[in-house]
């Protein structure tokens, strides 16, 4: 029984004692006085009675009444009821109003003092004070109290006759039973009739059970105000422990709403703050940290809006605001949206029948009582099926002397299947689920619904799930009980009070409320008190009993089938292995193991492994031998490497028992048991799982103890209890143990407490041991740590600390103080270990209850454990290592190249796959080749891993991932796990700039040191000290002979020296009288890759003298030596001058003045500047002197010259570095031009003002232009990131230049929009008249430059990226190429978002773009000077494209050889610096400038396909050779170092022999004449033709370079090492069947699919050279079967012979040809082809006439590769030919071929290799010749006859006169045909 209030408070207004203008409630009166002892007065009434403040009023306000709830420190929740109501304010409360309240002065200005009597009104402005009377209770019936404090303020008002002291003393003295109607003996007991003695009757009704909560219509209104969603929400976020805030102008539906919610909760109790209704004074309270539900008057919302973690529900407006960094876990579906729709089935019953055609006459709705009760009933059901089977996850771990019992939520979530579901997690670990386990666990209790729901309904649930209307028919029926709970006698619910008139608070009340007549009161209620005290206590014991487990739970999702169903033939092939194991049949089980690890994915198979390993064990104890050992050890860490660190299915639980009992004998005495081999899981090391395992076996001891048969018992009662025992769970016997408990004597129970702690203690050493078995590694000089295992990342980013919250309420004396682990190195495991168990022991014991004498003596005792356990893993450890290695696979050897040797042999690795795939589209299916099991190789020059797949399906693969180690970017060590036994070892991740990615974890017999060496070799090899330890000069001889090895320091004398030199030959050169005059001819076409031989008959020779004229005073150039010299002008540099027309050595006057530009040889000592080549192209006016003072103003002093004239329109392409601060910048900026006498600095700007203009005189077209227009409207902003600057090639290729074609720059100010692609708009916006110079220039650099209308050149701002910035893009692309962890599913869009962080692509817009700018500009007759940062990264890229796009020379394969020579080599592009190539480069990291290039250039190509004679594969090759340092060509970062080295002549010294190549160029050119493996046989390029690609990002590809790989036999660059195996050649099998298929699977990233299935054309080629090897004929070279393919080809489209070149494979592509699908494959190819690179001694190709001449015919096209023989000879015989100048006649044979048109000539006839070529398109006559000094004497004069060429007149001389005429017979013929 309880009273039904403790305490009735009158609260009226009072002044506020600080005199601030709100009122204060103040306490007139409180019954009784003294507190109750069992429940003391709640404090702060006073602020709740009032929540939005005490304040006086202008007119009577209607009576309110709402009830508040106030929670005391004991968590008890008291009820506040209120009824106020207002009087005419006193005198007092007036003043201290009338004074003070600011906001009330208006009204209350009149309202004086005034005397009220209570017959006359009171005066207009008269205040009324608000009064409040209180009833506290801790019973929650609002209606009872309405009514009660209702008849109180009746009584007052109407004046009854009735004694107010009374009805309020009846009040507190009533008594009424707490709960449970149906355990009373009859209806008097559960509804008792109250009477307060003013005529009254009220019936109070107590629910059947106490613990179901009472809403009345609260839940029914929540919805009815917010509707499902919003209360799903609120539901879910108070479950998850979010705040949330009700808003309402009612404080009625403020607790309501509050009410509602916590009824949806039950069973859950909240347990946080509760404050349905919050006053105004405390609203401070809502930044409280902790979760709450509070409800808050509507007019204060404003104050509730920075709240930035509270969810709002406002009730008035109907809607729920979720701030954004709030998430709201949903309920697991599908219980979400079944509860939805059954609670719209509830509410909106009209829903289902809306549709119909024919409604049934409405249906009668539920009463709003009903219809709250009926929601309830479904959120009961929910938690029902959340909740199912919670009972058998319960672990009693203690009954007597109380009951502990804790909940294993692991394993919970696992078998609900649930573990990744947010909402379930978030509400087990929450506080409410605390309380509900302890509370609700108890076995033996008192039940209500939900016990009996959980238990007995849960099937019918789950067969109604799709019956709506049987749902609906549940929830019903569960309503009804619920309503029956509230109202368990519906029919006796009569109430009989007294109410006020109508509008009675309008009426003059005679007097205030009365001052109550304390004593009277205090009596009544000691009356009562005295008479309770002798009356027996009425409260009859509650009926407990042993609370129902219900079935065993199911999933609530239905488990996904999926990839690793169980299949009873899975759990077949686990339990045949096992057997197989056991039974010794060791090869049978080897074979079946496979299988086996693949089926342990699935948990069915795993669960089987542990049943079926347990039938193995006898007496806690298996020895094995050392195979069956190493089997069980696999299938356990297979098992084991799929637990979560929770372990939800129980499997590392169920391994538990079984490591600590399978073991092997070492030696005598020494013994391994299983567990030292499965340490390195997660789950050893996660706290929660030792405390449930802790659990799980204390409950099964426990259990055990009062299950024990009797003393005497036999083995045949053991057996009976096991059966007995199957039958009694724990919490039954817990259960019966609880109830006896109170029978029980005070020593029995003291015992039983007793044997229970021992128990718990023992458990307690018991895992003691445990853990310290599975967390101490074997090898404790390893220190592989805890923490390492955790699951916490990295060691570099482990967090320092292991403490969870489960182990907050430690109790821990000194370990406390500890934060986790330290470092790895530093710390030693025991001491990790020992403070790991002592958290744990603990948390447990202190939870369980263990005495604290125990607790310390297991302090004491677990560091003796651990040590003991140390010392006997010692033993095994140094055991185990001398046991016979288990046989792994033989390793590969790698094939190395020849020179390269092995620095370490083979390290076991395991090569693991690094998610590549996802850029190269996906794996395609098929078994994974990663990881794969083999061993890591360092060579000399590269790092090689070879294997093969652990996959046993493609075990007979190999694999093969190799790079340079030159190529090597970012070496880190990592911790990862072995793929075979899981074991974490550690590991070495290497990645290359050659876009391969080495993710190795070494063998565990590969020791740290090993590790450690292989590490310290490779950063050796890959950071040399100095150059000449890379290995392009290690290889063949250590240096260059006779050259001592160079110190650092004399760097100087070695320059000095080359000068000295050539000074000294020079004058030797002057002493000499004879020199030859003659012109010098440009070196024949195939003469340029070597010198020429001694015997050639066209003599190269340079014109030796030099006439003082044309050099500048400061020149101290004398006529140099020969060698010297030509080795200057043998440069790529020269060459191409000369083949430009920009300037020759010569020096006769009329010459120069002709020539605008000339070849200065003022750097030649590298004096001016260091990292430009030799000899420059100046203007010819510019003396050598100014130059050194011109060069001052620029960066690294490189100032501008010539690197490229167009051919068309003479405008010339000039590069240099950035401007210093001074200079033409600073001139523009200048007001006024500087004079003459000023500083050197100005000296220096007017120099280089000088050289500009000397420039611009230079160009024909403006020597003498005047007025001109400019660019100005083209702004930087047109090549920034967005612009449209580019260009569209027009449809026709346009020869000439049309005024409007010209030039296509995209100037969006002074345009219309441009067009799509980055196409400009219009290609006629440019006026005619331009600059004559365009600066390209740095936009930072030219800030604020105010070009100046004079000069004739305007500057054009750009923003250009660093190189830091490509390195840094660089890194991201590599990333997103080789992730280096496989993405979870390799899916095309993570790696295209990788692909776009990194803006590689963004780059090559940009540089694509300005590249086009320029050749726009170029083409329309504007020179241009590219002047970026130190003009040698940058700059090169852009004026290197420019020349590719403009000049189709360079699309050749001696072009683009010779443009990379000069722009990139002689230029001084810092090859070693940007490739890190040394020790001192190694911060600096690799950046990749001319890889970027290459990649602009491969965009191009695939845009132009037909434009280039070189295929995609040459670019690759390329990219990976200018980073493997195997050459010496992209080592060092200039000609000026090259030179200090001896590298520049030594390419040119004489002839070697078979040596190792050292230039790339050579080695390309070796390749070449075997292979047409850097051959585009799409080639057939057009005459004229500009390319001008698209260069917006949409149009650019991915280089498949970056994505692809060939793990068959790693990359295909270095060709000697990539022939794959020829494949066999079909035969008949044995058994006389059909030959085998040829077939195979190609699959990517494995297989080279060029090599696979090489395009048509070299397939074609091979399957000729194989004919030719079968019919024993000399094999042919591959060019010349080529060309005469395509001459054939060529004649059958003409038909009379004749065609331009584009008809050759083009004839049927659109002229313009932007048919970007036309290419063929390409990639190294052929791989039968015999490849001896060092056999060839020929000296290659045939020559092909000058570039410079004024036609070129089709036999150019033949030219770059041309070999020795062809077939096609029309005529051919022997003619005596006259050497060049003084050189005699011989005997030759002459072969004409008119399909090439040329003559042609060799030794002797069986020659293959000719000796020359002359072209019949340069033939002007053939005449009769005369006979001259040394011509044969025998043959008859008219036998002579001279053929005249542009070039030069060759004299013949045939054996006879008939065959001489038949010779210009046919020579005749042919030039008239073409």
Not at 4 to 27: C, M, N
Not at 1125 to 1149: H, K
């Amino acid at each position: 029984m309880a009273r039904l209030a403790d305490y009735f408070v009158l609260v009226a207004f009072g002044p506020h004692p600080r005199g601030s203008g709100e009122g204060q409630g103040h306490i007139l009166q409180r019954f009784p006085e003294k507190d109750w002892e069992d429940n003391p007065f709640p404090q702060g009434i006073e602020l709740f009675c009032q929540p939005s403040g005490w304040q006086l009023c202008p007119e009577r306000n209607p009576p309110t009444f709402f009830v508040a709830v106030l929670t005391d420190i004991n968590s008890e929740r008291h009820y506040c009821a209120c009824l106020t109501f207002w009087e005419p304010a006193e005198p007092t409360q007036e003043v201290v109003c009338a004074e003070d309240a600011t906001e009330q002065e208006e009204e209350a200005d009149e309202g004086g003092p005034a005397q009220l009597s209570p017959a006359t009104p009171g005066p207009p402005g008269q205040l009324f004070a608000p009064k409040t009377l209180v009833l506290v209770s801790r019973l929650d019936h609002a209606e009872v109290f309405r009514n009660s404090l209702g008849l109180i303020y009746t009584i007052h008002v109407e004046g009854l006759n009735v004694g107010l002291e009374n009805v309020i003393g009846n009040l507190l003295t009533c008594i009424i039973p707490l709960a449970g109607g149906s355990q009373l003996d009859s209806v008097e007991d559960g509804v008792r009739t109250i009477s307060l003695g003013a005529g009254d009757r009220q019936v109070i009704q107590t629910p059947l059970a106490d613990s179901l909560p009472i809403s009345r219509c609260s839940v029914a209104l929540l919805f009815r105000q917010l509707g499902i969603t919003n209360v799903l929400s609120l539901f879910c976020a108070a479950l998850t422990e979010h705040k949330v805030l009700f808003l309402s102008r009612s404080y009625q539906r403020l607790s309501d709403a509050c009410r509602g919610l916590l009824a949806l909760l039950f069973p859950l109790r909240y347990s946080f703050t509760y404050v349905p209704i919050l006053p105004a004074q405390l609203l401070e309270v809502l930044s409280t940290p902790t979760p709450f539900i509070i409800g808050v008057n509507a007019a204060f919302q404003a104050e509730t809006q920075e709240l930035l973690d509270v969810i709002v529900a406002d009730l008035d407006g109907g809607t729920v605001t979720v701030p954004e960094c709030v998430h709201i876990p949903p309920l697991p579906e599908p219980l979400q949206s079944q509860t939805h729709s059954v609670l719209s089935m509830v509410l909106d019953p009209e829903l289902e029948l809306a549709d119909l055609a024919f409604p049934p006459p409405s249906t009668n709705a539920s009463s709003l009582k009903m219809q709250d009760k009926e929601l309830r009933a479904v959120f009961l059901r929910l938690f029902a099926q959340l909740l199912q089977g919670y009972r058998w996850c319960l672990h009693m771990v203690r009954i007597h002397p109380e009951p502990v019992i804790r909940f294993h939520k692991a394993a919970f979530l696992g078998q609900r299947g649930l573990v990744e579901d947010d909402f379930l997690m978030k509400v087990l670990e929450g506080m409410a689920f605390a309380g509900f386990v302890s509370e609700r666990g108890v076995p033996y209790r008192a039940t209500d619904l939900f016990d009996e729901l959980v238990a007995h309904e849960v099937a019918r649930m789950r067969a109604d799930e799709n019956h709506p209307q049987r749902v609906l028919r549940h929830v019903k029926e569960l309503a009804e009980q619920l309503y029956k709970n509230e109202n368990p006698y519906p029919a006796v619910a009569m109430h009989k009070v007294q109410r006020p008139g109508e509008a009675s608070h309008l009426r003059r009340v005679p007097r205030p409320f009365p001052r109550l007549d304390d004593g009277m009161v205090q009596w009544i209620v000691d009356q009562a008190t005295a008479k309770m005290q002798g009356a027996p206590p009425a409260v009859k014991a509650e009926r407990r009993t042993t609370v129902p487990s219900g079935p065993p739970m199911t999933a609530i999702l239905e488990r996904s089938g999926g990839l690793h169903g169980n299949s009873a033939r899975r759990l077949e092939v686990v339990r045949n292995c096992i057997s197989y194991v056991f039974e010794g049949k060791m090869l049978e089980a080897k074979k079946l193991l496979p299988a086996v690890l693949r089926a342990l994915k699935g948990r069915a198979a795993r669960r089987c492994l542990t049943q079926e390993l347990h039938l193995h064990v006898q007496q806690n104890r298996a020895v094995l031998d050392h195979q069956q050992f190493d089997f069980v050890v696999r299938m356990m860490n297979c098992c084991l490497q799929d637990c979560t660190s929770l372990d939800e299915h129980g499997i590392a639980a169920a391994l538990l028992p079984l490591v600590t009992a399978f073991c092997r004998k070492l030696s005598p005495g020494v013994t391994q048991f299983a567990y030292s081999c499965v340490q390195e899981h997660v789950v050893w090391s996660t706290p929660q799982f030792w405390e449930a395992m802790f659990y799980g076996d204390v409950q099964t001891h426990i259990r055990a103890l009062y299950l024990e048969p009797a003393e005497d018992g036999d083995h045949v009662q053991v057996g009976e209890l096991s059966a007995r025992e199957d039958e009694r769970s724990a919490l039954d016997v817990a259960s019966e143990q609880r109830r006896l408990w109170p029978t029980l004597s005070r020593e029995k129970q003291q015992e039983l407490v007793q044997k229970e702690e021992s128990t718990v203690f023992s458990q307690a050493i018991h895992y003691a041991n445990r853990m310290s078995y599975l967390l101490l590694p074997l090898d404790s000089s390893k220190s592989r740590l805890l923490r390492e295992r955790a699951g916490l990342g990295d060691l570099e980013s482990a967090s320092n600390s292991l403490v969870t919250s489960s182990m907050a309420g430690s109790v821990a004396e000194s370990y406390d103080t500890e934060s986790g682990f330290e470092d790895a190195e530093t710390c030693d495991v025991a001491g990790a270990v020992v403070r790991f168990i002592n958290r744990f022991v603990d948390k447990v014991c202190t939870e369980s209850g263990v005495t604290s004498d125990h607790l310390k003596g297991l302090h004491v005792m677990v560091p003796d454990i651990v040590q003991m356990h140390i010392e006997t893993l010692e033993a095994v450890h140094r055991e185990s290592k001398r046991l016979p290695p288990i046989q792994k696979p033989k390793l590969l050897r790698p094939r190395l190249l020849p020179d390269e040797e092995c620095v370490l042999d083979g390290l076991r690795v395991y090569l693991l796959p690094d998610g590549r795939e996802g850029g190269a589209g996906g794996t395609g299916g098929g078994p994974a080749l990663l990881p794969a099991e083999g061993a890591v190789f360092l060579t000399t020059y590269r790092v090689i891993f070879t294997g093969m797949p652990t996959d046993p399906l493609v075990g007979e693969q190999v694999v093969v991932r190799s790079f340079p180690v030159a190529a090597l970017t970012k070496e880190k060590r990592i911790s990862v796990q072995t793929p075979v036994d899981q074991l974490l070892q550690d590991g070495l991740q290497l990645r290359s700039c050659t876009f391969q990615l080495l993710k190795m974890a070494f063998d565990e017999e590969v020791g740290s040191d090993s590790a450690e060496l292989f590490r310290k070799q490779l950063h050796k090899l890959r950071y040399p000290p100095d150059i000449r330890g890379t290995f392009a000069f290690t290889l063949g001889s250590a240096h260059t002979p006779g050259r001592p090895p160079r110190t650092t320091k004399d760097k100087g004398p070695s320059l000095r020296t080359l000068s000295r030199n050539i000074v000294k030959n020079a004058k030797k050169t002057l002493g000499r009288q004879y020199v030859t005059r003659k012109k010098y001819n440009p070196p024949s076409w195939e003469h340029r890759g070597q010198p020429p031989p001694e015997d050639q008959e066209d003599e190269i020779s340079v014109l030796e003298e030099l006439e003082p004229s044309t050099l500048t005073p400061s020149s101290a150039l004398k006529p140099s030596d020969r060698m010297t010299m030509s080795s200057l002008v043998e440069r790529a540099c020269c060459r191409d001058y000369q083949r430009l027309g920009l300037g020759t050595l010569s020096s006769s006057l009329s010459r120069a003045k002709s020539e605008p530009f000339r070849i200065s040889p003022v750097n030649r000592m590298y004096a001016i500047c260091r990292s430009y080549p030799g000899l420059l192209i100046v203007p010819q006016s510019v003396q050598d002197n100014a130059l050194q003072r011109v060069s001052r103003c620029y960066r690294q002093n490189r100032f501008p010259v010539v690197c490229w004239r167009s051919g068309r329109s003479r405008a010339v392409l000039l590069r240099s570095g950035g401007l210093h601060g001074k200079g033409v910048v600073g001139l523009f900026k200048a007001q006024n031009a500087p004079s003459p006498g000023q500083s050197q600095a100005d000296s220096g700007s007017l120099e280089q003002e000088k050289y500009l203009q000397a420039v611009v005189s230079s160009m024909p077209r403006y020597a003498d232009a005047s007025g001109r227009n400019t660019l100005s409207g083209f702004s930087s902003a047109h090549v920034g990131s967005h612009g449209k600057l580019g260009s569209v090639r027009a449809s026709g290729r346009s020869g000439g230049l049309g005024a409007d074609v010209g030039s296509r720059l995209a100037g969006r100010d002074m345009l219309g929009p441009p067009q799509a692609n980055g196409a400009p708009p219009d290609p006629g916006f440019l006026r005619p008249q331009r600059a004559a110079l365009y600066i390209i220039g740095d936009k930072a650099q030219l800030k604020g430059v105010r070009p100046d209308p004079l000069q004739q050149w305007e500057l054009v701002p750009i923003e250009v990226f660093e190189a830091r910035q490509v390195k840094a893009s660089f890194k991201k692309l590599l990333k997103a190429c080789v992730p280096g962890c496989p993405f979870p599913e390799p899916s095309p869009v993570s790696f295209l978002r990788s692909l776009e962080d990194s803006e590689w692509l963004i780059q090559i817009h940009k540089l694509l773009q300005v590249s086009v700018l320029v050749v726009e500009l170029l083409d329309s007759g504007s020179s241009v000077l590219v002047s970026l940062e130190d003009g040698w990264d940058i700059t090169t890229q852009v004026v290197s494209l420019v020349q590719l796009l403009s000049d189709p020379f360079y699309r050749t394969l001696e072009g683009f050889r010779l443009l990379v020579e000069k722009e990139w080599l002689s230029f001084g592009h810092r090859f070693s610096h940007r490739g890190a190539h040394t020790l001192a480069g190694q911060g600096s990291g690799f950046t990749p400038v001319f890889l970027q290039f290459l990649d602009c250039v491969h965009q191009v190509h695939l845009q132009f396909p037909m434009e280039f004679e070189f295929s995609p594969f040459y670019l690759k090759f390329l990219g990976y050779h200018h980073a493997s340092r195997r050459f010496r060509t992209f080592l060092l970062d200039s000609d000026y170092e090259r030179i200090e080295l001896g590298l520049l002549y030594e390419e040119k010294g004489e002839r070697r022999g078979a040596q190792a190549c050292r230039s790339v160029w050579e080695y390309m050119d070796r390749l070449s004449k075997r292979t047409p493996v850097f051959y585009n046989y799409m080639y057939a390029p057009e005459d004229t033709e500009v390319l001008r690609p698209y260069s917006n990002v949409s149009n650019l590809k991915v280089w498949d370079f970056y994505t692809e790989e060939t793990l068959a036999e790693g990359p295909p660059y270095d060709w000697e090492l990539a022939q794959g195996p020829p494949e066999p050649p079909e035969e008949e099998r044995p058994d006389g069947g059909a030959p085998q298929s040829r077939r195979r699977v190609v699959w990517p990233c494995y297989d080279s699919r060029p090599r696979a299935q090489p395009d048509a054309i070299s397939r074609l080629l091979e399957e000729l050279q194989r004919l030719e090897a079968e019919l024993g004929r000399p094999a042919e070279r591959w060019k010349d079967t080529w060309d005469r393919v395509k001459a054939a080809q060529r004649l059958e489209g003409r038909p009379d012979g004749r065609g331009t070149p584009s008809s050759l494979l083009a004839s049927s592509v659109p002229h313009h040809r932007r048919s970007l699908g036309v290419y063929l494959q390409e990639g190294p190819v052929g791989s039968t082809l015999s490849l001896s690179l060092d056999s060839d001694q020929s000296s290659g190709s045939t020559a092909s006439s000058s570039r410079q001449a004024a036609r070129r015919s089709t036999s150019t096209l033949y030219s770059q590769f041309q070999t020795a023989e062809s077939e096609n000879r029309s005529y051919e015989g022997t003619l005596y030919k006259k050497g060049a100048f003084m050189k005699p006649w011989k005997a030759r044979w002459f072969v004409l071929d008119k399909t090439k048109h040329q003559l042609r000539y060799y030794d002797h006839r069986v020659d293959t290799e000719c000796k020359g070529v002359i072209d019949l398109a340069e033939v002007e006559a053939v005449a009769p010749g005369t006979p001259t000094l040394g011509a044969p004497k025998t043959v008859d004069e008219k036998a002579f006859f001279d053929v005249k060429t542009t070039r030069r007149v060759y004299n013949f001389c045939a054996q006879d006169v008939p065959s001489a005429q038949q010779w210009v017979d046919q020579i005749q013929s042919c030039l008239s045909d073409a």
